[in-house]
């Protein structure tokens, strides 16, 4: 079956380490991936692209990497804050019957001071 | 300011009593999309439209109706809702379709919380 995997659990950090977030994805080919950042009660703010051609993407402190083989994404947060406290999505490009963007669930980061 | 904007913010709703969700963007996008968000599951898209009176369905359309008359606005309509359509809304835009080279994120609405009694 087809699905769409985030980091199971909460992640807990403490400020100004490097947070490191996961998606797994099964029986998709995505031809790029993206990830979106979600407050609680508003919706999710689009961070950055990866097109299946590219292999990492960066943008001030966030970097995104895109193994196809791997049928993975990691999302990185160096020199973390409180205020990147948040729930990550990462949402996957596929065409099927129709093309459509697939949400993963998120994984809640909380930044510790 | 650039955004999409969503009302009611909160509804609590009747089983079976009609009610329309209202959807406005002013960033002249062509691209616009319901989702709904619950606990573990992600987002899920339930209807889209990739411009003016053409709309499509979705991963989870039934229960659910929405129109696009008009390049900015993209109504949810709930014509008897029911308790599984307890949820949280979400509608999007963006300039093009996802599967084109010029796209490149969705712009979502700030959310409608919906309780069905």
């Known amino acids: 079956s087809q699905k769409i995997e985030q980091n199971s659990e909460a992640l807990n950090i403490q400020e100004g380490k490097t947070a490191t977030l996961t998606c797994n994805y099964t029986?998709?080919?995505?031809?790029?991936l993206q990830w979106y950042r979600q407050d609680p009660g508003r919706g999710p703010v689009f961070l950055l692209l990866i097109r299946e051609n590219e292999k990492e993407k960066r943008k001030e402190r966030l970097k995104v990497t895109f193994d196809t083989t791997l049928k993975q994404s990691l999302f990185h947060i160096t020199a973390s804050q409180p205020a990147d406290s948040a729930t990550y999505l990462c949402?996957?490009?596929?065409?099927?019957?129709?093309?459509?963007?697939?949400f993963g669930p998120g994984t809640s980061l909380s930044v510790i001071p | 300011e650039a955004q999409v904007t969503q009302n009611p913010r909160y509804l609590i709703t009747v089983t079976g009593k009609k009610l329309t969700v209202t959807c406005s963007q002013n960033?002249?996008?062509?691209?616009m999309s319901w989702y709904r968000q619950d606990p573990g599951l992600g987002l899920r898209q339930i209807y889209y439209?990739?411009?003016?009176?053409?709309?499509d369905k979705g991963d989870v359309p039934e229960g659910y109706k929405v129109s696009r008359k008009e390049k900015r606005n993209f109504p949810l309509i709930l014509e008897s809702p029911s308790p599984n359509q307890t949820s949280l809304y979400f509608c999007?835009?963006?300039?093009?379709?996802?599967?084109?080279?010029?796209?490149?994120?969705?712009?979502f609405g700030p959310g409608t919380r919906l309780t069905v009694l």
């Open positions: 439209s990739m411009n003016v009176e053409v709309t």
């Open positions: 949402a996957l490009y596929v065409k099927t019957s129709y093309d459509k963007v697939i």
């Open positions: 960033m002249n996008h062509e691209y």
């Open positions: 029986n998709y080919s995505p031809a790029y």
């Open positions: 999007a835009s963006s300039f093009s379709h996802p599967g084109t080279v010029s796209y490149n994120e969705q712009f």
